[in-house]
């Protein structure tokens, strides 16, 4: 198991958003932490730190900037996703990015479009696609979102899924939407499918709150599971320390 860290950016700040609450103008969104500090600040704490793929999400207009300055400060190292599709996603690799991640491109209407997943997979190559299957849960399932997390598929988060999808990328991450920004606790159910279904390395993110947490990922996920955390951070205006995350990881790690 592994830490992810992130840089989200809206409106060329690095933020923390509650998700599944942005909105196209701005009015609606709730913003839980703005920093003062350029994207290019964080991704050289990651480098300096040695955490390795973590990712720079593109919220909106107006980030690319702040996300080539990222990308500046740590290539090869750093993820980067947010309205990535065929027509630029060789030019975010070219730009320095790990990988690039796909999200609302792959999907039409609510239904996974297997033409353009297959045209960006060959374009690319698979071993430099993430795919954003960030879900919410409706009826005891967890089905992926879309559209600023807003819009349900009829992608379900499962074995099949996991499994087909499993060809076309290296990696999946994975929000649950319902807990992001929320310091309100992980999803334990979800961490279970990804450790049970996954052929793929999958990053969970979505309501670390504490230590606690993490080890509780690490319980759910048999230490197979990556994770993220945001707004809970003390570099993020949080009260959990990043250091803290990061030595609690590395000595269990070491442990093993």
Known sequence: MEFRPCIDLHQGKVKQLVGG????????????????????????LYCRDQLRGGHVIML????????????AAYPGGLQVGGGIDCGNAREWLAAGAAQ?????YVFIDGELSCDRLERISAAVGRENLVLDLSCRSRGGKYYVV??????F???EVNAGTLNRLAGYCTEFLVHAVDAEGRRAGVDPDLIAILEAHSPLPAVYAGGVRSLEDIALIRQ?????????VGSALDI???????????????GKNRAI
Not at 236 to 250: I, N, W
């Open 21 to 44: 609450t942005l909105t196209e103008k701005g009015p609606g969104t709730q913003v839980n932490f703005e920093s003062e500090l350029d994207a290019a600040y964080y991704a050289q």
């Open 60 to 71: 909106g207009p107006g980030n690319q900037e702040a996300a080539r300055r990222a990308l």
């Open 100 to 104: 690039v991640i796909l999200t609302s």
């Open 146 to 151: 879309t559209d600023r997390w807003r819009k």
């Open 153 to 155: 598929t009829t992608c």
């Open 220 to 228: 759910a996920g048999r230490n197979r599971i990556d994770f993220t």
């Open 236 to 250: 993020f205006g949080g009260t959990l320390k990043y250091r803290d995350v990061v030595k609690t990881v590395r």
